[in-house]
C-alpha cells in the first residue's frame, strides 16, 4: 500500500508521529544519565521515571476520554504543551521536589515510545479519515514512521551529547541541551496540531455520561477486558523502558552515549521494520495469532539478553529481539478500534492507552531497585519477559474465539 493517497489530515497526523517520536528517543538514551549526572540513585531515579509514567496516565486519562467532546485537536495542541512545560523543568533545576512535578504533570517518555494523549487521540482521528479495510495497513505504517523516527532521534541524541563532550562540555550540560531540545520539539509539535481542520472531529454522543463511563457505553466491558491485559504486558514492559536499558549497556559493558545511540538506533529501525511486515501477517492468520505468536519469542529473547557475555552477542540478540518485537502493536491498535463504535474510538484507545501507562508506571521503581543491587542487575530482564508470556498465553485464551472473524480486520 502506497500513503499518497492520504489526505492532508493523515499527512499532518503522520508528521506529528514521526516529529514526536523523534523527540522521544533523542531524550530516552541519555535521560537516566542525564538524572544521574544530577546526583540521583538508581532508586530515586526508578521512582521519578514510575511517577513520570503515572502523571502522564493520570493526565491522559482525563485527555482522551474527553477528546471527542472538547476536540481532538486543541487536546492535541495542550498535550504538546506539556512536553514543554516537562523540558523547561527538567532542564533548568535539579530540585527533586520540582523535577517530580515536571516528571507527574509534564509528557516525558522514558522508554522512548509513546506517552501522553497523542496516540489515541491520533488513532480515533485517523480511523476516521481512512477506510476500514485499510485501517491495519495505515496503522502499520504508522508504527513504522514512529519506530524509525525513535531510531533516528535515540542515535542523534547520543551523537550530540557524546560530539559537545568532545569540544569540552561537561557531562551533565550536554544531556540538558538534549533535554532544551526535546522541549523546543514540543512546541514545534503545538503548531503542527494546529494546522488539523474539522475532519479529524466527531460528534460525541450521550456527553453527559461520557467522563462517567470513561467515554465508554456499548463498548465498556471488551474494553476493560482489553485494558487489563494490556496494562500487564505494560507492567512487564516498564522493568526494560529504554532508558533502563540503556543505562544497563553503559554499566555493564561501558557503552559511551554515542555507541548507546547507534544500537537503539538499530533496534528501532528493526522494530519499525517488523511493525510493517505485521499488517501482512495479521491478514493471512489473524490479528490475535500475530499479536500472541510474534510476541512469544520476541520475549524469550528478551530475557536471553543479561546472559550474553559480551557487548556484540548482547547488541545481537537485543536486536533479534526488536526485529519481532513491534509486529504485534498494529495489530492490537486496528483490533481495539475495530470492537469499539466510531464515537468512542478516542475513549477506547485512551482507556487501553491509559492501563498500559498505569501499568508501565509502576515497574521502572522495581527495576531501579533491582538495578542498583549487583546480585539482580539483570533481574529486569528476566521478570520483564516472564510477566510479557503470561500476558500473551492470557491474551490467546481470552481472545482466540474472535481471531478468525473476518470484522477484526475492518
Not at 81 to 96: C, E, I, Q, S, Y
Not at 129 to 136: G, Q, S, W
Not at 160 to 169: A, P
Amino acid at each position: 500500500m502506497s500513503l499518497t493517497n492520504l489526505s492532508t489530515d493523515g499527512y499532518i497526523l503522520f508528521g506529528t508521529r514521526l516529529v514526536r517520536m523523534f523527540a522521544y528517543g533523542f531524550l530516552s538514551v541519555v535521560l537516566v544519565l542525564y538524572l544521574a549526572q544530577l546526583g540521583l540513585s538508581e532508586s530515586l531515579i526508578g521512582l521519578l521515571l514510575s511517577l513520570a509514567l503515572l502523571g502522564d496516565a493520570a493526565i491522559s486519562l482525563w485527555m482522551t476520554t474527553s477528546a471527542d467532546r472538547f476536540g481532538r485537536r486543541r487536546i492535541l495542541m495542550i498535550g504538546a504543551g506539556l512536553m514543554l512545560f516537562a523540558a523547561l523543568l527538567f532542564a533548568l533545576t535539579d530540585r527533586v521536589a520540582l523535577l517530580l512535578i515536571a516528571a507527574i504533570i509534564g509528557v516525558i517518555s522514558p522508554s522512548g515510545y509513546e506517552v501522553g494523549p497523542f496516540q489515541p487521540v491520533e488513532q480515533a482521528a485517523l480511523s476516521q479519515i481512512v477506510p476500514d479495510e485499510r485501517r491495519t495497513e495505515v496503522f502499520a505504517w504508522y508504527n513504522l514512521v514512529g519506530s524509525f523516527a525513535t531510531a533516528a532521534g535515540a542515535l542523534g541524541g547520543g551523537l550530540l551529547s557524546e560530539f559537545l563532550q568532545q569540544v569540552g562540555m561537561l557531562p551533565l550540560n550536554s544531556y540538558r541541551v538534549v533535554v532544551i531540545v526535546y522541549g523546543v520539539i514540543g512546541l514545534l509539535l503545538a503548531v503542527f496540531f494546529n494546522q488539523l481542520s474539522s475532519s479529524v472531529e466527531t460528534a460525541s454522543s450521550d456527553t453527559a455520561l461520557q467522563w462517567y463511563h470513561l467515554g465508554l457505553n456499548r463498548s465498556r466491558g471488551v474494553v476493560l477486558k482489553l485494558s487489563a491485559l494490556f496494562g500487564l504486558d505494560a507492567f512487564a514492559g516498564g522493568f526494560v523502558v529504554q532508558s533502563l536499558v540503556a543505562y544497563w549497556f553503559h554499566v555493564r559493558f561501558g557503552v559511551d552515549p554515542a555507541a548507546l545511540g547507534g544500537i537503539f538506533f538499530g533496534a528501532n529501525i528493526l522494530a519499525g521494520i517488523s511493525a510493517l511486515a505485521a499488517a501482512q501477517v495479521a491478514a493471512r492468520i489473524g490479528l490475535v495469532n500475530t499479536m500472541v505468536f510474534t510476541h512469544l519469542p520476541s520475549n524469550l529473547l528478551l530475557m536471553l539478553v543479561p546472559l550474553m557475555p559480551n557487548l556484540p552477542l548482547a547488541t545481537l540478540v537485543l536486536f533479534m529481539r526488536f526485529s519481532i518485537s513491534q509486529m504485534d502493536v498494529p495489530p492490537r491498535q486496528s483490533y481495539t478500534m475495530a470492537v469499539v463504535a466510531p464515537d468512542e474510538r478516542s475513549a477506547a484507545a485512551g482507556v487501553t492507552g491509559i492501563a498500559r501507562s498505569i501499568g508501565a508506571s509502576i515497574s521502572p521503581g522495581f527495576a531501579g531497585a533491582l538495578l542498583s543491587n549487583s546480585m539482580f542487575f539483570g533481574a529486569p530482564f528476566f521478570v520483564a519477559g516472564g510477566l510479557k508470556v503470561i500476558y500473551d498465553l492470557l491474551l490467546y485464551r481470552s481472545f482466540r474465539t474472535a481471531n478468525q472473524s473476518k470484522q477484526e480486520l475492518t
